[in-house]
Structure formats: structure tokens, C-alpha cells
């Protein structure tokens, strides 16, 4: 079945950096675009960032825009989020995403941008 693991959060002060990881199974990886959302207390799940199935292409919100880059390696069926320049509202947590007929989430990964 499918599985999606986030790893790689953790607290930051404003200004730092983290790379976040997710590490998939249960499918052919290399065919799927993946996704990064997330979620704030009290607020909606939102996305951050998404990349197409050979990298090619990504995606992101003006929110993120220029702070955060998408990259993936297929030969390891893992999708990254690198977030630079954190800001407190960037403190969520952040999950990974697949669909497939229907979405599929990981368990999520707390980031906590704090000083």
C-alpha cells in the first residue's frame, strides 16, 4: 500500500533554514508528481509546493515563492522541500502528498520557526 514518511522538521529561528524529506513506497514513484501542503493551526491545509514525476517542473505558492525549492531523486523514492529565509508563519505542519484516483498523506512533520 501506498506510504508516505515525512522526516526533518524540527524549530528554526526566523531568517534559518530546514530540508524536509519524504520518503515514498507502495507505488512506481518515478511516474507521480508529488506535493508538499500544510497546515496551521486553526487554519486550512494549504499547498507549499508541488513537482512534476522527472523534476522537471515545479510549482509554488507567492507565499513561498523564492524560499523554498522542490527537488526529488527518483533511484531513492524521495521528494525534498528545502525552505530557506523561515518566517514564524511558515510554522505549520507540513506534509506530504500523492494522488492517485485519490489523495494520499503522510503523517505530517512539525516546523516550528520561533526565535
Known amino acids: 500500500q501506498v506510504q508516505l514518511v515525512e522526516s526533518g522538521g524540527g524549530l528554526v529561528q526566523p531568517g534559518g533554514s530546514l530540508r524536509l524529506s519524504c520518503l515514498a513506497s507502495?507505488?512506481?514513484?518515478?511516474?507521480?508528481?508529488m506535493s508538499w501542503y500544510r497546515q496551521a493551526p486553526g487554519k486550512e491545509r494549504e499547498l507549499v509546493g508541488s513537482?512534476?514525476?522527472?523534476?522537471?517542473?515545479?510549482n509554488f505558492p507567492d507565499s513561498v515563492k523564492g524560499r523554498f525549492t522542490i527537488s526529488r531523486d527518483n533511484a531513492k523514492n524521495t521528494v525534498y522541500l528545502q525552505m530557506n529565509s523561515l518566517k514564524p508563519e511558515d510554522t505549520a505542519v507540513y506534509y506530504c502528498?500523492?494522488?492517485?484516483?485519490?489523495?494520499?498523506w503522510g503523517q505530517g512533520t512539525q516546523v516550528t520557526v520561533s526565535s
Open positions: 507502495g507505488f512506481t514513484f518515478s511516474r507521480y508528481a
Open positions: 502528498n500523492l494522488f492517485i484516483l485519490r489523495a494520499y
Open positions: 513537482i512534476t514525476s522527472f523534476g522537471t517542473t515545479t
